[in-house]
């Protein structure tokens, strides 16, 4: 043990410092890895202003006691060397926590981590807010949070923008602070009688699709709207004016509910954690903790093999959503828009995939790195955030969407990563639901005209993997006033009528 003396505290810190800069970053690393005591130690004092030594992390569970002098303060432990949890990255968040005698948490600290939103999207503040919220909660508290409050339960506010990576937050403090408490004897046993079958306890997942009981039943009604409009499309398309009140009545849902209220949007940022999560191993559980997301994944999944990409980019993206309102928005004030090229377009068209490369191959080597360069992706600040985010981020976003009333969706079209992601398995959908004529393209390009991505070839094959599925191509389809091959039947049809009509008013004459 170190003596008891005021100099000798800032010695210990010193010498931990000076180690770092001595070393480097990857030495710095190896020396903390391979000495958990000196890397807790600068926290540890902080976390007991009194205490001036450590001792080493020993028991099972593991944890090191924390002294002033000879007398006992407390205990410090790394969470993921007690329950390494995983979180949305799939690894645990390597976390130090402080208790005293009493099983009173005296401080918290995230030393390492390679959680994707906590390095962007996440202020410190708000980090340094939630992490403070767990000073002075007691072992044997359970906590929850947000929702309403649950008899037994302590509520906390989450993380805004970061729902999972919270609850596992959560979970990665409270259970291993309970386990280490009940095993050094610091909580009684009418204390414990709730908390100490730690096995027993309901996985977080559970508690998160209880808790969204209210969101997940709206979400189930809108997909189920949302496939009854795909499955009935030649319907609806004879019906255009229901159609479209279907359509942007949708995206206003999708804008609102599926977005702002609920959070709930995708991002290449999932699809990169599925992957490393494949790689590294899997675990159902980490992508089961949002219910929201998880529902959402899988209605994606199965209506790519169906119907392609389109169906999420067209109708389930809050952010594609927002651009084509705005778009609408500026028709209606007689704002012209402007479309490049087709050489252009096409060419443009590529951006987005070599984005989506680029950041996958960044994700092989950091996952946490990834994601501050996926914030090519405005999502998080206008969708989860509310814009209520550093001013470039928020210049950045609403100069998309600005551009949106001129170019329509022009960041879906060229720019994200996440459409780009999404077109690899659209190559194995199994039916092809949108109907064609073989006058389109030869001569006709009324649909390629009006299409809204411009995904119709000059030669009129409909392109599958940029359709965003908005079914107007479907409707001018079955229009006997538009469609030019059902124009000229229409007409031959008028005209042997009109024929009839005159030869029949002839012969009763």
């Not at 189930?220 to 004016?241: K, V």
């Not at 929201?292 to 999420?312: E, K, N, P, Q």
Request: net charge neutral.
């Amino acid at each position: 043990m170190f003596m008891n003396t005021q100099p000798c505290r800032s010695y210990l810190v010193c010498i931990v410092v000076i180690s770092c800069l001595l070393f480097g970053t990857a030495d710095a690393n190896t020396f903390t890895k391979n000495n958990p005591v000196a890397e807790a130690t600068p926290f540890a004092l902080q976390f007991f202003p009194a205490a001036d030594n450590l001792g080493p992390f020993e028991g099972e569970p593991e944890s090191a006691a924390v002294y002033q002098g000879k007398r006992l303060l407390g205990y410090v432990f790394f969470t993921d060397h007690v329950m390494p949890i995983p979180a949305y990255s799939g690894k645990p968040i390597h976390t130090l926590v402080g208790f005293d005698l009493s099983g009173k948490i005296t401080g918290v600290e995230i030393v390492k981590h390679q959680e994707p939103i906590l390095l962007a999207g996440v202020s410190e503040q708000d980090l340094s807010d939630f992490k403070n919220q767990y000073l002075g909660l007691n072992a044997g508290n359970r906590v929850q949070l947000g929702g309403s409050g649950r008899e037994g339960y302590v509520t906390l506010d989450g993380i805004s923008g970061a729902t999972i990576t919270a609850m596992v937050l959560n979970a990665t403090i409270m259970k291993p602070l309970r386990k280490i408490a009940i095993s050094r004897g610091l909580i009684g046993e009418g204390a414990t009688q709730h908390t100490a079958d730690l096995e027993a306890e309901e996985p977080i997942w559970v508690y998160a699709w209880r808790d969204k009981t209210f969101q997940i039943i709206v979400l189930l009604i809108g997909l189920s709207l949302l496939l009854f409009i795909l499955i009935f499309q030649d319907w609806l398309a004879h019906h255009p004016s229901l159609l479209i009140y279907l359509r942007y009545g949708y995206l206003v849902y999708t804008v609102i509910f599926i977005g702002w209220y609920s959070l709930a949007q995708l991002s290449i940022v999932n699809v990169l954690t599925f992957t490393s999560s494949v790689i590294h191993g899997f675990s159902w559980e980490t992508f089961m903790i949002d219910p929201m997301m998880f529902i959402l994944w899988t209605f994606v999944a199965m209506t790519i093999l169906l119907w392609g990409r389109g169906v999420y980019c067209g109708w389930l993206c809050p952010f594609g959503a927002i651009q084509e309102i705005v778009y609408k928005l500026g028709e209606k004030l007689g704002i012209r828009s402007y479309e490049f090229p087709v050489v252009v377009h096409e060419r443009l068209w590529a951006i987005k995939y070599l984005i989506m490369l680029g950041l996958f191959g960044l994700s092989l080597q950091s996952l946490a790195q990834a994601e501050v360069f996926s914030e090519i992706e405005p999502f998080k600040t206008a969708v989860t955030l509310h814009f209520q985010r550093e001013w470039g981020y928020v210049v950045y976003a609403a100069g998309l969407i600005l551009i949106s009333i001129w170019n329509r969706k022009f960041y879906c079209r060229y720019l994200c990563p996440l459409g780009a992601a999404l077109t690899f398995p659209s190559k194995f959908k199994i039916f092809d639901w949108l109907r064609r004529r073989k006058e389109c393209g030869r001569p006709c390009q009324t649909c390629r005209t009006e299409c809204e991505v411009g995904a119709i070839r000059l030669t009129g094959e409909i392109i599958s993997q940029e359709c965003h599925y908005c079914l107007d191509c479907q409707v001018t389809y079955w229009n006997d006033k538009k469609c030019p091959p059902l124009v000229d039947k229409r007409k031959r049809q008028e005209k042997r009528k009109t024929l009839k009509e005159t030869v029949a008013s002839t012969n009763s004459k």
